[in-house]
T-cell receptor, first 114, second 111 residues
Framework: NAGVMQNPRHLVRRRGQEARLRCSPV?????VYWYRQLPEEGLKFMVY????????ESGMPKERFSAEFPKEGPSILRIQQVVRGDSAAYFC????????????FGQGTRLTVV | TQLLEQSPQFLSIQEGENLTVYCNSS?????LQWYRQEPGEGPVLLVT?????EVKKLKRLTFQFGDARKDSSLHITAAQPGDTGLYLC???????????FGTGTRLTVIP
């Protein structure tokens, strides 16, 4: 009964490179959320997806960031042309959706841009 | 815009003391969840409160949802060093399933 799996746990990228963060939700969960957390701060919502659909991307920067949750496979958060300010912990959560909003989190991916 | 404010922002106490942290909003939430996050880890769901006035207990932790469903509190009895962490409240945004998180209370329990 695996929980939310995120990989990699740590990712180092040089400025200008692309970062791809993966999230496999809890089995049976069709809703995925991505959050960003800066050191010593709370969680900031980025994007909410259901299978093959983006429901709410109001927290995601308009440029360089994109997210997908294909019919098969994990959800991907993609950051193009990374800058130092993108360094943060990125957390994925999943839920069954509908009236059930209980979300379970992965252990996060810590992105460092050098 | 719904806003969840948590207080205090930081709390440092001695082992064995009791404490209460608060989560307040001007908006009504259909439910509120409490999470604890330890350094380097993802948030772990502690409890969900749904009904106004509801009280839930989890060993030494007592969670309460306000009658008007605009606020919640977490009381810890006889705090232990293992309780150290960031405590976050969260609730679904109006008309959406997305969870909105509070600002967090960072608790340190000193042995």
């Amino acid at each position: 009964n695996a929980g939310v799996m995120q990989n990699p746990r740590h990712l180092v990228r040089r400025r200008g490179q692309e970062a791809r963060l993966r999230c496999s939700p809890v089995k049976g969960h069709s809703h995925v959320y991505w959050y960003r957390q800066l050191p010593e701060e709370g969680l900031k919502f980025m994007v909410y997806l259901q299978k093959e659909n983006i429901i709410d991307e109001s927290g995601m920067p308009k440029e360089r960031f994109s997210a997908e949750f294909p019919k098969e496979g994990p959800s991907i958060l993609r950051i193009q042309q990374v800058v130092r300010g993108d360094s943060a912990a990125y957390f994925c959560a999943s839920s069954r959706g509908g009236r059930d909003t209980e979300a379970f989190f992965g252990q996060g991916t810590r992105l460092t841009v050098v | 815009t719904q806003l969840l404010e948590q207080s205090p922002q930081f709390l440092s106490i001695q082992e064995g003391e009791n404490l209460t942290v608060y989560c307040n909003s001007s908006s009504v939430f259909s439910s509120l969840q409490w999470y604890r996050q330890e350094p380097g880890e993802g948030p772990v769901l502690l409890v969900t409160v749904v009904t106004g006035g509801e009280v839930k207990k989890l060993k030494r932790l007592t969670f309460q949802f306000g009658d008007a469903r605009k606020d919640s509190s977490l009381h810890i009895t006889a705090a232990q060093p293992g309780d150290t962490g960031l405590y976050l409240c969260a609730g679904p945004q109006t008309g959406a399933n997305n969870l909105f998180f509070g600002t967090g209370t960072r608790l340190t329990v000193i042995p």
